[in-house]
């Protein structure tokens, strides 16, 4: 990821693997972990053991990148509605940035495998941990636990139908209203307005 592209908490040095074509123009998830120009199968195989150990290895190390940034956008301090404001920012911007890996990551992941969709139910999974610090709000019934993973899955139905089109890089503006999807169950619809405008909750 350019440094100039780099979301607010997102160290400039972080190290994108490079080996994601452009999204551009769609690869088979087995075609992206051939070996490069200048690497024998012989050697390739001496790293992975096969090309679904590569997507996996590739998966992997993006998400960890990803999560990493998107935690520490999470974890600055301010209110809970700001930290999930900041989150949601850093994460659509990551994934703008990088089409390629927004591509693998979101889309070509459902057709790479059993153990590649396994990954990404815990990477979605992961989400979750976001929503512990949700407020309660006064004299209204406690939001179903059922919630959460139906606003993971608005988030991700979202961002799917983006970056399936090659529209990655217009995520950022969809900010407001994944932040509004976000918060109105636990903040009610006024206040959860008021965060995706960028005004305190």
Request: charged letters at 20%.
């Amino acid at each position: 990821m350019n440094s100039s592209a780099a979301p607010n908490g997102t160290a400039s040095s972080t190290r994108w693997p490079r080996r994601w074509p452009s999204a551009a123009t769609p690869t088979p998830p087995s075609a992206r972990c051939a070996p490069p120009p200048g690497v024998s199968t012989r050697a390739f195989y001496e790293h992975f053991a096969d090309k679904e150990a590569c997507f996996l290895a590739t998966f992997d190390r993006g998400v960890s990148l990803m999560q990493k940034s998107v935690a520490g956008a999470y974890s600055r301090p301010a209110r809970w509605p700001q930290r999930m404001h900041r989150g949601l920012d850093t994460l659509l911007r990551i994934l703008a940035a990088e089409p390629a890996f927004a591509a693998l990551a979101v889309v070509e992941v459902l057709a790479a495998g059993p153990r590649a969709r396994a990954c990404r139910r815990q990477l979605l999974d992961a989400y979750a941990v976001f929503f512990t610090a949700a407020p309660r709000r006064a004299g209204t019934p406690p939001v179903p636990d059922g919630v959460v993973d139906a606003v993971i899955a608005g988030v991700y139905g979202v961002i799917y139908d983006f970056v399936s089109t090659g529209r990655a890089a217009e995520l950022p503006q969809r900010l407001g209203d994944l932040t509004y999807l976000v918060l109105v169950p636990y903040l009610g619809p006024a206040a959860a307005a008021r965060v995706a405008a960028g005004e305190p909750g």
